[in-house]
């Protein structure tokens, strides 16, 4: 059994609008908040520093932590422990990238598949986000806004 640690950007706009990739890969498709796996000799904000680029090509302040996983949780993709660790962050210039209004509006065809998209915070809902450590999330920012 090994562990795979994961760090994750909550980056809310201005029209309290959180930041939501949707995206095909290993077969399945599904929607989450950006970000990825931790890479050897990295610290977490370095990472998701680096996953913010890759996904997004963005560059990103980390404003604060929001929340680390206290629960056992197994991947989807593999045998692994995962432990994900989520930043309240904001992007440093504006993003440069094709907005989607529905799920899985993909521009292209192959494997592996991007798209981005804004939920309202007001109407962001557990079934928005395919995993359930982000579902977990998504309850703990109702909580933060005051949302049931």
């Known amino acids: 059994m090994h562990h795979s640690i994961r760090v994750y950007g909550l980056l809310i706009n201005a029209d309290d609008e959180i930041l939501i ?18 890479e050897y000799g990295e610290g977490t904000i370095d990472g998701l520093k680096r996953e913010f680029m890759e996904e997004c090509n963005a560059e990103i302040e980390v404003l604060s932590h929001f929340y680390t996983t206290d629960f056992f949780l197994k991947s989807a993709f593999s045998d692994a422990q995962i432990v ?19 799920p899985f509006d993909f521009d292209e065809e192959g494997e592996v598949l991007q798209a981005f998209r804004w939920i309202k915070i007001n109407d962001l809902k557990t079934g928005d986000v395919t995993f359930p450590i982000d579902q977990h999330v998504v309850k703990l920012l109702r909580e933060q806004y005051g949302l049931s």
């Open 84 to 102: 994900s660790i989520y930043y309240m962050v904001k992007n440093t210039r504006p993003l440069n990238l094709n907005f989607k209004q529905v």
């Open 21 to 38: 990739s949707d995206e095909k890969e290993y077969g399945m498709m599904f929607s989450k908040f950006p970000g990825g796996g931790l």
